[in-house]
């Protein structure tokens, strides 16, 4: 696989690294009830639908415009915009990504501390897919 160059000289510090270390217990995974996976699921779908509809409606109001668009002008900034948006989550996966992928003869990953680490790339991601 071909990591962009850009990933790899990254200053990026997740805050974890790959160990050996004898005596660790492997604990199984937690059982998952089909119900904690498929309500998010349901609300994320909601909220789909509910930015679908405003979609709809932001269309509705420029086919009924008095003046009237370039379509293909709108359309070509509507997708540098998502390009860039894009480009820029990326920035924030990718380093976290090949991170994890150091060392992957070691089974084992110690991670301290990473909630207020992944909070903060989740806040970052959020502000990009968001706005």
């Given at each position: 696989m071909a990591i962009p160059k850009e990933?790899?000289?990254?200053?990026?510090?997740?805050?974890?690294?790959?160990?050996?270390?004898?005596g660790i217990v492997?604990?199984?995974?937690?059982?998952?009830?089909?119900?904690?996976?498929?309500?998010?699921?349901?609300?994320?779908?909601?909220?789909?639908?509910?930015?679908?509809?405003?979609?709809?409606?932001?269309?509705?109001?420029?086919?009924?415009?008095?003046t009237p668009l370039d379509t293909?002008?709108?359309?070509?900034?509507?997708?540098?915009?998502?390009?860039?948006?894009?480009k820029a989550v990326e920035g924030l996966i990718i380093p976290l990504l090949v991170n994890l992928m150091k060392n992957p003869e070691k089974d084992t990953i110690k991670w301290p501390n990473r909630a207020p680490i992944i909070e903060k790339q989740i806040e970052r991601i959020l502000a990009?897919?968001?706005s």
């Open positions: 990933y790899l000289d990254t200053e990026s510090d997740f805050g974890f690294s790959a160990i050996d270390e004898p492997h604990v199984p995974a937690p059982t998952v009830t089909s119900q904690e996976i498929s309500e998010p699921i349901v609300e994320r779908i909601r909220n789909l639908e509910v930015n679908m509809g405003e979609a709809l409606s932001i269309l509705e109001r420029i086919e009924n415009a008095s293909d002008e709108y359309k070509a900034l509507i997708e540098k915009d998502v390009r860039a948006k894009l990009i897919t968001r």
